[in-house]
């Protein structure tokens, strides 16, 4: 590891900042890992893109149907490809405790920057906040690696503002991705931003968090590798400006992108987001592949509304 326990956080405020991107797995037909296509995409993520770091195996990357063995896998590949060019967070989130800490231990010890772990998934759970506390209390005990929070309504509950103070008090707590609305990620900001840093995934929401909030991470979702091309990366763009200070410009880069956006969206199938991130990112030249189940492919009436939504994103290829 880079830093020491007591350091986290001061390691992490100097150098957990910039573009993060939520990665994808891409899986080969017969739906093996597709390690030649991961490293490929990699590449153009961390040296075409430029991007500030990786969250890597998360929702996005398909975790739930994917080993132990693979998850520590795709955490290898990332490590070795950022090679010291990008931030590498692991995405050690599961059901069960000791995968966590498994998942934790093996990224310490591959030399990842940080760790994700999502709030547990709690049944019949109405008042959730000591048991949540308990369970992030632990993990900060049993690790040394920074951990970033992660809290969603897929879990059953959200996190109030005061419990994820709570919780960035712990010595290796540093930073939070909380996919809650502005109202909540707000107030964490204001009580706890000198302890913990907060993002969201809402890459819309990004240039108003940077101005108005002073945030220097975004923490994480695909647009940064799906609306951005290597001659096309307006999201890089914006957010440059916007650290540099110079917020009209940037708000008129991050508008420009507002037809992608809307392409983007128009075009993308409830149920399927894996799916269609995929082949969006075949139609941008990198490596998609199918998914596992549970979840489902895209039909072919749909793989057709994603041609004509890319093409008419305004995305550039050359």
Known sequence: MKYSKADAKAYARAHFRGVWAATA?????????????????????????????????GKQGEFF??????????FELAVEEAHGRCGVVTSC??????????????????????IVVHSPVLHFAH?????????????????NIGIALWN????????SPELCARIAELPNIVAIKYSVDRTMYKRLTEIAGDKILVSTASEEEWLDNIIELGWRLYLCSTPPFLLQTAVDQRINE?????????????????????????????????????????????????????????????????????????????LRLS
Request: glycine share 8%; with cysteine; aromatic share 10%.
């Open 238 to 314: 914006y957010t440059q400006l916007a650290f540099d200070g110079k917020h009209t410009q940037a708000r008129a880069v991050r508008d420009s992108l507002n037809p992608a956006r809307q392409a983007f969206k128009d075009a993308r199938p409830k149920g399927t987001p894996q799916a269609y991130t995929k082949y969006w990112m075949g139609l941008l030249g990198q490596v998609g592949g199918p998914v596992r189940r549970p979840l489902l492919s895209l039909t072919e009436p749909e793989k057709a509304a994603t041609r004509d939504a890319f093409a008419r994103s305004g």
């Open 25 to 57: 797995t891409p899986f080969n037909e017969d739906l093996s890992l597709n390690e030649a296509g991961f490293r490929s995409n990699l590449k153009h993520w961390i040296q075409t893109l430029k991007l500030g770091g990786l969250f890597v195996s």
């Open 127 to 143: 008042d959730p906040e000591a048991t949540v506390y308990e369970y992030y209390r632990y993990l900060s005990e049993k690790t």
């Open 93 to 114: 989130s599961d059901t069960n405790l000791d995968v966590v800490l498994d998942l934790a231990h093996h990224s310490e010890a591959i030399g990842a920057d940080y």
């Open 152 to 159: 969603h309504p897929d879990c059953g509950y959200l996190m």
């Open 65 to 74: 149907s994917m080993s132990v063995a693979e998850r520590k896998r795709t």
